[in-house]
C-alpha cells in the first residue's frame, strides 16, 4: 500500500495529537449533555474509534452509511446505505465524516436528520478540502485542511483500499488514472 503515496501528509502521532485537542474541545462544548455521535461509514471509523475514546462526555454510538464515490475519484450520486439505529429527535446529533470534499454529502445528511427534529446537529470532520466545495456546508469541528489532492489511508479509500494505512497521504496520480 505504501508504494502507492505519493507524499505523507500526517503521521499516526500527529493524527493522534490533533484528534485529542478536537476531543477536548468537543467534551467542552457538550458538558452536561449526552450527544448521539453518528460515524458516517466507513471512512470515519478509525477518526471515530480515537475520537470517542478521548472524549470524557457520555456518548451514545450510532452508525450511518452513505456512498457518495463508486470506484472513481470524483463525486457522484448519493446512495443512503444504512440509516442510524436509534431516534433522533430531540437529541444533541454530532455527524463525524472523514473528509468533507464537495459538501454534498454532509448537506444531503443533515437536511435529512433535520427532519427528524433533533435538539442540535454538529458536523466534526476529520479532513476539510476546502477548495473543492461546491455546497456550503458549516464544518463545527474539522482535525486539518487537505489541499484539492486525493488523500487515502486512516479509514479513507480508494476503491476500498488503503483504508488501514495508520497515516493520511496523497495518493500517485498514476493509481487512479489508468
Ligand atoms: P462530498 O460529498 O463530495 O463532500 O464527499 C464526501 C465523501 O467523499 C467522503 O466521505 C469520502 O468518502 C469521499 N472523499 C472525498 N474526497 C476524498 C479523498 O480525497 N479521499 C478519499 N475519499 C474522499
Ligand atoms: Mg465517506
Redesign the pocket.
Known sequence: MEKDIAKKLFSEEEILVRVKEVAAQIDEDYKGKHPTLIA?LK??ILFYSDLIRNMKTDVVLDFME?S??GNG?T?GN?KFIKDADFSVEGKDILLV????????????LIKALALRKPNSIKVCTL?D?KE?R?VPVEINYSCFD?GN????GYG???AEKYRNLPFIGV?KEEIYKK
Open positions: 458516517i471512512g470515519s452513505i457518495s464515490y475519484t463525486s448519493i465524516e472523514d473528509i468533507v470534499d464537495s459538501g454534498k454529502t454532509i448537506d444531503y479532513l478540502k473543492a461546491k487537505v489532492e486525493f488523500v487515502v479513507l479509500d480508494y495518493l
